[in-house]
């Protein structure tokens, strides 16, 4: 079963996977929710293309550089605003400028909340980064035209990529070829990422519910614009690949799609 790889690397990550409002946490790793997510920006995907086809890809990621959390508190609301500010009813008095509190579901789904005193003010919102991480994440399937078209999309994608959230930008492509090996026998045979921290990395592989393995809520949903994420199940393990400078005849898996980054390349 080949794979197509991609390299998160980045100077802040997030991967959440619960958390709303003034808590954004984010885990250890890249998700497979987030994952889908960025070949579906790779590819144009918009929030109601059909999602089935990426979502029955099979997940696996390595962590070989863990980084670190670290933590950036933000403000947002308070103040006044004028009574007469374009496009809000005019009360009797000034309304209060903030994030909504204790917020109501209406008839229609979504969220209202009063703009009287009390009901908006600051907040401090605490999010949740990994710092200085650089993680090699895979996605395996025997469609082969699947695996091709993701990986020419992630040498030229058609919307810009990020790394959980839109202020996380990649330091590098996360392009980073195929190869014919699946989930269970790339991470221990595909070379260490240059900025390694580890020889023995771990790694999280998608898997069957079964001894051992633990549910995750990232399973991609129908849609993204769902929001509804299903219960997957992980396995962790150790992998000790090849150094990141083993040379081609030391390595079977240093594929020409790997080596030289040849977009739409399987072996």
Excluded at 2 to 22: D, F, I
Excluded at 71 to 89: E, K, R, V, W, Y
Excluded at 167 to 174: E, R, T
Excluded at 199 to 208: A, G, S, Y
Aim: aromatic share 6%; net charge positive.
């Amino acid at each position: 079963m080949p794979t197509v790889l991609l390299r998160l690397s980045g100077p802040m990550q997030a991967y959440g996977t619960s958390s709303h409002w003034e808590e954004r946490a984010t885990r250890s790793r890249p998700t497979k929710s987030a994952t889908v997510g960025l070949i579906a920006n790779a590819l144009g995907l918009n929030l109601n293309a059909p999602l089935n086809e990426l979502a029955q890809l099979v997940f696996t990621v390595r962590a070989d550089r863990p980084g670190i959390q670290m933590t950036d508190q933000q403000s947002a609301g308070g103040g006044t605003f004028p009574a007469n500010a374009p496009g809000l009813p005019a009360p009797d008095t000034s309304a209060l400028y903030g994030a909504p509190r204790d917020p109501v579901a209406a008839r229609d789904g979504s969220l209202r909340t009063s703009r009287k005193k009390g009901s908006r003010g600051a907040v401090l919102i605490a999010k949740h980064y990994l710092a200085d991480a650089a993680f090699l994440a895979g996605l395996s399937s025997a469609n082969e035209q699947l695996l091709r078209s993701i990986d020419h999309a992630l040498h030229r994608p058609a919307r810009l990529l990020f790394l959980g959230r839109r202020s996380c930008p990649p330091a590098y492509p996360v392009a980073h070829g195929t190869t014919p090996y699946g989930p269970d026998q790339w991470p221990s045979l595909v070379p260490l990422l240059p900025e390694a921290t580890t020889t023995r990395p771990t790694v999280w592989t998608e898997t069957l519910p079964s001894a051992g393995a633990v549910p995750s809520p990232e399973q991609p949903p129908a849609t993204f614009a769902h929001r509804m994420h299903a219960t997957m199940f992980l396995r962790t393990s150790a992998a000790q690949p090849p150094p990141h400078h083993a040379l081609d005849t030391e390595c079977p898996c240093r594929t020409r799609a790997l080596t030289r980054s040849q977009p739409g390349d399987l072996p």
